[in-house]
């Protein structure tokens, strides 16, 4: 109910407030991030999370809290979108893509592809913002590169791996092995005559 959101945003308004006083910057900044969404997701009040969100930004980037400042440029960027600003969320998820990729690269194992894994949602975002300003050439090459990074990490098994194209995710497989892109949707590895195919296939319309 309303009365339930407006309760929680009260409790996050008393924590902001202790968090000021106490002179914590990152208490400030988390609970002004919490406050932006409820305002987006609960009251539909889109001014009021975005004026929280981007306090929320500034505040992450002086610290130089490099992993909630790409929440907050993800957060920012997805409101952007679903209010048809794409130019704006094309900034704010390229920002969000290019500091995860700093901590991506910095991580080790599992937990690097972890990390690759969970922002493939903004790479959607990106890629459809584009997609919207009718430049297929940008969308194309974020939807490769999104695709491309979590299938190489993952065959290839390496915690060492660096890829900025289709291309090199080839080198990376066996020679009998061949990866195919056709869309954003992975069907299956197929085997055949001795020879393996990595397939994509295309969505199917709902």
């Keep these: 109910s309303t009365k339930q959101y407006d309760k929680a945003i009260d409790h996050l308004l008393k924590a902001h407030e202790i968090y000021q006083k106490l002179g914590s910057k990152t208490g400030t900044a988390i609970t002004l991030n919490g406050m932006g969404m409820l305002y987006y997701q609960y009251l ?25 400042t790409a929440l907050a440029l993800s957060n920012l960027g997805a409101i952007s979108y679903f209010q048809n600003k794409d130019l704006q969320a094309i900034d704010y998820l390229t920002q969000c893509i290019h500091i995860t990729e700093e901590l991506r690269k910095t991580a080790k194992g599992s937990a690097r592809r972890d990390y690759l894994a969970s922002q493939l949602p903004v790479y959607q975002f990106l890629t ?28 290839a098994g390496t915690e060492n791996f660096s890829l900025s194209s289709a291309e090199q995710l080839q080198h990376t497989l066996l020679p009998e092995t061949a990866a195919i892109f056709y869309s954003n949707t992975f069907s299956e590895i197929k085997s055949t005559g001795g020879s393996t195919q990595l397939i994509i296939q295309p969505q199917q319309p709902a």
């Design 44 to 68: 539909s009040d889109i001014p009021k999370s975005m004026e929280y969100l981007t306090r929320s930004l500034k505040l992450f980037q002086e610290l130089k809290d490099k992993k909630n």
């Design 128 to 155: 459809s913002a584009h997609l919207h300003q009718k430049d297929l050439k940008q969308a194309f090459q974020t939807l490769e590169l999104s695709k491309a990074k979590l299938l190489a990490e993952t065959l």
